[in-house]
């Protein structure tokens, strides 16, 4: 279940009912406050989106054309997505074509000096090891129902 409300509570609202529907053991989790991260945009008009803007959405086909929840008003068509198997979650930067319209691109999350949320993992393994052969993650928070507490 704690995996599941931190997953939750990392997903930017607008993308929550696409990612995870209604969730008996979720009911609740609506009243736990949205991050304020760059992530989770608070900006719902595509009028006020810039050129270049990084954004997460749920890419998803529509009549035939791949598009992209990014949190406001529309889908926006999504481009350069050939390989990628929809629906998914994914990280987009939104262009203006010639004529104005707004369009995504996949992208990568901003550079490493920007925060960009969390990613959570649950293992089955032991603790331990895993902590030891994860050299990949920058901080981790690692929980346990066996063990003692640190700060005791």
Do not use: C
């Not at 609506?30 to 270049?52: I, V």
């Not at 050939?82 to 990568?108: E, G, N, Y």
């Amino acid at each position: 279940l704690i995996t599941r409300v931190l997953e939750y509570v990392e997903t930017p609202q607008y993308l929550r009912k696409h990612l995870f529907g209604k969730i008996s053991e979720l009911q609740f989790a609506g009243l736990l406050p949205p991050l304020r991260t760059p992530h989770h945009p608070l900006e719902k008009h595509s009028k006020a989106l810039k050129e270049g803007e990084i954004r997460e959405g749920y890419a998803f086909t529509e009549k035939d054309l791949k598009v992209i929840d990014v949190g406001v008003e529309s889908p926006l068509p999504l481009l350069d997505a050939h390989s990628i198997d929809l629906p998914t979650r994914m990280t987009v930067k939104i262009s203006r074509t010639k004529t104005d319209d707004l369009i995504a691109r996949p992208s990568r999350p901003p550079r490493p000096s920007i925060y960009w949320g969390y990613k959570v993992t649950s293992i089955l393994s032991l603790l331990g090891e895993f902590l030891l052969n994860s050299s990949s993650y920058g901080y981790i928070v690692a929980l346990s129902r066996k063990g003692t507490a640190i700060g005791k």
